[in-house]
């Protein structure tokens, strides 16, 4: 069956999918998106409490639903001055070393940082560096947060492929991650250079940033979005949301060699919540401190 499963994501048109999927997801008629709130929430065993407005009918669409705010307090921001935050619920899928220029994707398989991220030049300062890779189950809260402080210097978007990104299509399709559309966020914190990558994923009705709305589908413009020290800084604290996902999808995080040491026990498989301690940063640099915002 995973073979079978594999196979038809190869087939399908994958572009064609999630755009229909985006277009049903935005429905606004009122028994059209309650009934596939209520249908999500069955199938996925979704905990309401936790949100903001816990009544599904008052959402407008499944996607405000999707991405819906939680309870001020539900996810509270481990504490500490060096502590790095993970940046959404989910799995972890692997964390560690790049080692000689390239990620670990699953047992057997790996890709390349420099496709990863869309050039030699942005991929210079990860070279040896550390990574953790974060998928978002459809059960998921689906705000991705800030895991330090940092002022954004670079957005990429790079299109690509739709493929499935959970375990099964992790473990067989090669150079998953850096194969499929992607917005490449790169920041400078107090460590340096800190970069988190929202892949998207088959179904995936869309990608947002806070500072630029929707990225991926991509607005009527050219499909490459990249820019440097924006005419307006954006500027984000600790624990501040930077984006989110229209449906499940893959949070890839990397930081420069020697600058952020992984907490022990969290490895490939490991449930993470956003907010609690992914790690540890070992030297501060001269960035202001900054507080959620």
Request: hydrophobic share 40%; with cysteine; net charge positive.
């Amino acid at each position: 069956m995973d073979a079978l499963f594999i196979a038809l994501q190869y087939l399908l048109p994958q572009q064609l999918l999630s755009r229909l999927a985006g277009r049903l997801a935005e429905c606004r008629t009122s028994w059209v998106k309650n009934a596939l709130i209520r249908a999500f929430i069955r199938r996925y065993r979704v905990d309401m409490t936790e949100a903001l407005d816990p009544d599904p009918r008052h959402y407008p669409s499944f996607n405000a639903f999707f991405t819906r705010a939680l309870k001020p307090g539900a996810r509270p921001l481990a504490p500490g001055p060096e502590t790095v935050l993970c940046p959404a619920d989910g799995r972890i899928s692997e964390i560690g070393r790049i080692e000689r220029g390239r990620l670990l994707q699953a047992k057997g398989q790996d890709y390349s940082l420099v496709q990863l991220v869309g050039s030699e030049e942005l991929a210079r300062p990860f070279r040896d560096g550390h990574f953790a890779t974060l998928y978002l189950s459809p059960r998921d809260y689906h705000r991705v947060h800030m895991p330090l402080a940092g002022r954004l210097d670079h957005l990429l978007y790079v299109p690509g492929q739709l493929f499935s990104v959970n375990q099964t299509t992790a473990d067989r399709v090669p150079a998953l991650f850096a194969r499929n559309e992607r917005a490449v966020c790169l920041f400078e914190t107090e460590v340096g250079p800190m970069a988190v990558i929202l892949v998207g994923a088959m179904i995936v009705a869309g990608i947002e940033t806070v500072w630029a709305g929707r990225i991926a589908p991509p607005p009527r413009q050219p499909v490459h979005t990249s820019y440097r020290r924006p005419p307006a800084p954006v500027q984000l604290g600790r624990g501040a949301e930077l984006g989110r996902f229209y449906l499940g999808s893959t949070v890839v995080l990397l930081f420069p060699p020697d600058r952020v040491e992984w907490t022990g026990g969290i490895t490939a498989g490991t449930p993470v919540r956003m907010g609690q301690q992914l790690g540890r940063h070992r030297r501060r640099e001269a960035l202001p401190a900054m507080e959620q915002g």
